[in-house]
């Protein structure tokens, strides 16, 4: 009398957000420039809106055809990918390139950013923890 067989069990199906996961954590910064400026000095264009995101591709845009735009600067989608991919730590290079961008605006226009202990220190410690 010939065996039942029973029937085979199929393989778990390989789990697509650990793959994504890692894929995320190797990737590297394309780029080492991550704050992009618009207003008096414009950095980027429309055509940038994967680097730049929407609002910051369109504000350099809007700045480099004239339109009166206040100076300010785009710190790059890659930024962001980099943080969540690298265990929430910003690229090397950035804090020095936010400050730059910073001082620029203040610059650009007649007002500065209020500095105290107490702000400096709440800026570090939300941004370069």
């Not at 605006?105 to 209020?114: H, L, M, Q």
């Amino acid at each position: 009398m010939p065996k039942k067989s029973s029937p085979k069990k199929a393989a778990a199906p390989a789990k697509k957000k650990v793959a994504a996961k890692q894929k995320t954590k190797t990737a590297a910064v394309s780029s080492t420039k991550f704050v992009y400026a618009f207003g008096a000095k414009t950095d980027g264009n429309s055509k940038m809106k994967e680097l730049l995101g929407g609002k910051g591709a369109n504000l350099a845009e809007m700045a480099s055809i004239g339109l009166p735009v206040p100076a300010g600067f785009t710190i790059t989608t890659e930024v962001c990918t980099h943080f969540y991919g690298n265990g929430r730590k910003y690229p090397e290079g950035l804090e020095a390139q936010v400050v730059s961008a910073v001082t620029a605006v203040e610059s650009n226009s007649a007002k500065k950013f209020r500095r105290c202990k107490e702000s400096v220190a709440v800026f570090r410690s939300l941004w370069f923890p």
